[in-house]
């Protein structure tokens, strides 16, 4: 009777013996597959994180611009306190600026943002040059005196140069007429106002005159398709230099030049 009972029991605690160790087979066949799910999601990120660092790496030696902020420091400084209006093609705010400059400030060099909608050059000491999409960008400064400038921008697009000029003086920014800031402004030089039909002409075939900032004293303006008219006009090319003490642009040569 005895034999009876205790076999019905023991084999109830063999099968309670068997699931326990499928379940604890099961549990650690789960915890397994997770550390290998983990493990790879885990070499993946890395993959990954080491493929953009690679990017990145290439991206810098690339388009890296080294730019010494002590050297470029009062044109720099300026930038951060332009009104947004002198950009008034694209949008480039004082925020923005100011962490572009501290970026150079703190490393001596920039990049271009990664959609590459612009391209930042430092091409002389006292202008910044930045291609805009299908246009670009100038920032000129003209030395009066120390922490004293002439400022210009000129934001060029396809139907032509948007000005303005300001004065800065010890941190601050005070707006100019872009006309004021020559002693005679190009197209009272390049034409005679009392010749009515070269005026018509001017204003109904006007075309965009090109700037050019040259160096830290000098701006050389030309319109070279004014050559088809040469009898109307003075001179297609302007060549102006910055006198501080009037702070204004002389005139210092007019002439034909071809293209």
């Known amino acids: 009777m005895k034999d009876l009972i205790m076999k019905p029991l023991f084999?109830?605690?063999?099968?309670?013996?068997?699931?326990?160790?499928?379940?604890?087979?099961?549990?650690?066949s789960c915890k397994k597959n997770e550390e290998k799910s983990d493990s790879k999601i885990s070499n993946e990120k890395a993959k990954d994180t080491l493929k953009t660092e690679e990017e990145n790496e290439?991206?810098?030696?690339?388009?890296?611009?080294?730019?010494?902020?002590?050297?470029?420091k009062n044109l720099l400084d300026i930038l951060t306190i332009l009104p947004d209006s002198s950009m008034g093609s694209w949008e480039w705010n004082k925020m923005e600026r100011v962490e572009f400059v501290k970026k150079i400030q703190k490393n001596?060099?920039?990049m271009p943002p990664r959609?590459?909608?612009?391209?930042?050059?430092?091409?002389?000491?006292?202008t910044l040059s930045i291609q805009v999409v299908d246009g670009y960008w100038v920032l000129s400064i003209y030395k009066v005196r120390p922490n004293n400038y002439i400022v210009i921008t000129d934001d060029v697009v396809g139907d032509g140069n948007q000005f303005m000029a300001f004065e800065y003086l010890n941190g601050e920014l005070k707006y100019i007429p872009f006309k004021n800031i020559f002693d005679h402004f190009l197209t009272t030089l390049i034409i005679d106002p009392n010749d009515e039909k070269c005026v018509e002409f001017f204003e109904?075939?006007?075309?965009?005159?090109?700037?050019?900032?040259?160096?830290?004293k000098k701006i050389h303006i030309t319109n070279s398709l004014l050559e088809e008219s040469k009898s109307c006009f003075k001179g297609n090319t302007l060549d102006y230099e910055f006198n501080p003490v009037i702070k204004k642009f002389e005139l210092v040569n007019t002439e034909y030049v071809k293209p």
């Not at 084999?11 to 650690?28: E, G």
């Not at 959609?115 to 006292?126: A, E, G, K, Y």
């Open 204 to 216: 109904d075939n006007y075309i965009g005159f090109e700037y050019d900032f040259v160096g830290t």
């Open 58 to 72: 290439g991206f810098e030696k690339q388009d890296t611009l080294k730019i010494n902020y002590l050297e470029h």
């Open 108 to 110: 001596n060099y920039t």
């Open 11 to 28: 084999k109830s605690i063999l099968i309670k013996q068997l699931m326990l160790s499928l379940l604890v087979l099961f549990l650690f």
């Open 115 to 126: 959609s590459r909608f612009s391209t930042i050059s430092l091409i002389q000491p006292n």
